[in-house]
């Protein structure tokens, strides 16, 4: 069975006028069904393209244990932690971040992953993936108006904070650093020591 092809998010050898058929969500899920996309493909769709996701390192993954479990218990009731699940920001673009702070529940639920409209806050954990998540990524949640956005830069030990979307990117950026402690715009009383997301 023919494979579609994968871009890497690291370039695209391709010339931006080269004519492209973009998929949407509909056939992207449908890919699945029919097993054209597997589980281990780790491709999610950016603005109708099927981008390859970074392979986890251990560090990555003890960085999100780590997030979900600080947030799970810091937020309690107040909100849910989807790890590493679908968010439908378009007919076109599903990403599937890190983690996902979200509201404990919406009508969206039912029929579609979570919206925009829920998200409370986006992580991304980036060890080779750094370029793409603090450029492509951080622009796309800020045209979509995600409210915050964070990168846990793991070689550089900070976490990137980005704050106030709008269309051109987020007004506000900024660097955490082991010793502070962050709290979400959106969840106050939730306190992350930055030290304990880069353990």
């Given at each position: ?6 871009h890497?998010a ?12 973009r ?8 890919m ?7 589980r281990?493909?780790?491709?999610e ?9 970074s ?6 993954i ?17 909100a ?9 920001l378009?007919d076109y ?6 983690i996902?702070?979200?509201r404990?529940?919406?009508?969206n639920y039912?029929?579609?992953p979570?919206?925009?409209e829920?998200?409370?806050l ?11 998540d603090?450029g492509?990524k ?5 045209r ?5 956005y964070w ?6 030990r ?6 106030e ?23 106050p ?11």
């Amino acid at each position: 069975m023919d494979r579609p092809a994968i871009h890497s998010a690291k370039d695209d050898p391709l010339p931006h006028w080269v004519p492209r058929r973009r998929i949407d969500v509909h056939e992207y899920l449908r890919m699945g069904e029919a097993g054209i996309l597997r589980r281990e493909d780790k491709v999610e769709l950016i603005d109708g393209e099927l981008i390859a996701m970074s392979p986890a390192g251990v560090p990555h993954i003890n960085s999100i244990n780590a997030l979900n479990r600080m947030i799970v218990l810091g937020a309690g009731d107040r909100a849910l932690v989807s790890v590493q699940n679908p968010l439908r920001l378009s007919d076109y673009t599903e990403p599937e971040p890190d983690i996902a702070v979200i509201r404990p529940s919406s009508p969206n639920y039912k029929t579609t992953p979570p919206q925009a409209e829920d998200v409370f806050l986006l992580i991304e954990v980036a060890g080779s993936s750094l370029r793409y998540d603090v450029g492509v990524k951080a622009g796309l949640y800020a045209r979509h108006g995600i409210p915050e956005y964070w990168v846990v830069d793991l070689e550089a030990r900070v976490v990137l904070v980005h704050r106030e979307p709008t269309q051109l990117g987020y007004a506000r950026a900024c660097e955490a650093k082991p010793g502070e402690m962050l709290e979400p715009a959106l969840l106050p009383g939730l306190r992350l020591a930055v030290a304990d997301i880069l353990a």
